[in-house]
């Protein structure tokens, strides 16, 4: 199943890395130590890297729940068979350059609901726009089209963050999956000592 999944990333970063890009990395020396000035990141300077970048559709027991950044918050261990194939298709007004099947193992039932969906269910907001964050990725889909397995999710955070210009709240949501890596590091007990 590993070999899947492995096979899977591979293909995912092959499409979106395969990309011809002007410039050249060296990576001869370290980029940063503790000498290293401040990187600033920002969409002005980042989005080169995305110029060109062809979107596949992924599939999960054949309900489409969103393009390949949607691939990382899938239950690897759940899966039985990878199917690719090539070809343009169009869903919810984007446009896709072709389909990831993936099929779950047949004692797994996911529960796919949107971010929308899921957020209802379990909170209560107030209308202050809202902002999504799975494990570590920001999602960045305006149309939110992206959906979740509920019985993947580990946790579910709101917090309220205010802005600088206008003291709007945002409402942040941050999801935690249940991977051995968040179920681990959630189980951890802090221990604090009291000696001095």
């Keep these: 199943m590993k070999t899947i999944f492995t096979m899977l990333t591979l293909f995912l970063t092959f499409n979106s890395f395969g990309q011809d890009l002007s410039e050249e990395k060296l990576t001869d020396k370290p980029k940063y130590s503790e000498n290293s000035e401040i990187e600033v990141i920002s969409p002005d300077n980042t989005g080169l890297f995305y110029v060109g970048q062809k979107l596949a559709g992924i599939f999960v027991n054949d309900t489409f729940i969103g393009s390949q950044e949607a691939v990382s918050f899938i239950n690897s261990d759940k899966i039985e068979a990878i199917a690719i194939e090539k070809g343009e298709f169009e869903m919810n007004g984007t446009k896709y350059y072709g389909k990831i099947?993936?099929?779950?193992?047949?004692?797994?039932?996911?529960?796919?609901?949107?971010?929308?969906?899921?957020?209802?269910?379990?909170?209560?907001?107030?209308?202050?726009?809202?902002?999504?964050?799975?494990?570590?990725?920001?999602?960045?889909?305006?149309?939110?089209?992206?959906?979740?397995?509920?019985?993947?999710?580990?946790?579910?955070e709101l917090k309220k963050v205010k802005t600088s210009g206008k003291h709007t709240e945002i409402n942040l949501i941050r999801l935690t999956t249940k991977t051995p890596e968040n179920i681990k590091k959630a189980n951890e007990t802090l221990i604090k000592s009291t000696e001095e």
Aim: proline residues 7%; charged residues 25%; glycine residues 0%.
């Design 101 to 156: 099947f993936i099929t779950m193992k047949p004692d797994y039932d996911p529960a796919f609901l949107t971010l929308e969906e899921l957020s209802a269910k379990y909170l209560t907001l107030d209308n202050n726009p809202v902002i999504y964050q799975i494990d570590t990725t920001i999602i960045d889909d305006p149309n939110n089209q992206i959906l979740m397995d509920e019985n993947f999710i580990l946790k579910m």
